[in-house]
Nanobody
Framework: QVQLVESGGGLVQAGDSLRLSCTASGRTPMSSHPMGWFRQAPGKEREVVAAISWSASRAYVADSIQGRFTISRDNAKNTVYLQMNSLKPEDAAVYYC?????????????????????WGQGTQVSVSS
């Protein structure tokens, strides 16, 4: 079993920055698994924000946030990060960390929620204009 715990959310003003962290614990180490960040705003579907391969050799950031958000990971700390800069009111949502259910020796990352087996509880990000 795997537990994912997100932290770092909060209320900020437009233009501010936040760094979200997600730490994994349990019997399955995070180190060999692709990871992702998703978000869900009220009344909207959950959408992928960013994803990263197990070794961090490849990463994806959604087109709508290109240049503002960066995903990274530290496998030694079992932690994945989402650095969010120049936040906008439309970035407000609950942000979820996810871990794939299968390990990968390649450079794959996943963009669909169904490809992730483990999810955190989410952390709220609110952005005032």
């Amino acid at each position: 079993q795997v537990q994912l715990v997100e932290s770092g959310g909060g209320l900020v003003q437009a233009g501010d920055s936040l760094r979200l962290s997600c730490t994994a614990s349990g019997r399955t180490p995070m180190s060999s698994h692709p990871m992702g960040w998703f978000r869900q705003a009220p009344g909207k579907e959950r959408e992928v924000v960013a994803a990263i391969s197990w070794s961090a050799s490849r990463a994806y950031v959604a087109d709508s946030i290109q240049g503002r958000f960066t995903i990274s990971r530290d496998n030694a700390k079992n932690t994945v990060y989402l650095q969010m800069n120049s936040l906008k009111p439309e970035d407000a949502a609950v942000y979820y960390c996810a871990m794939s259910g299968t390990s990968s020796s390649g450079s794959a990352y996943y963009l669909r929620a169904r490809e992730y087996a483990y999810w955190g509880q989410g952390t709220q990000v609110s952005v005032s204009s």
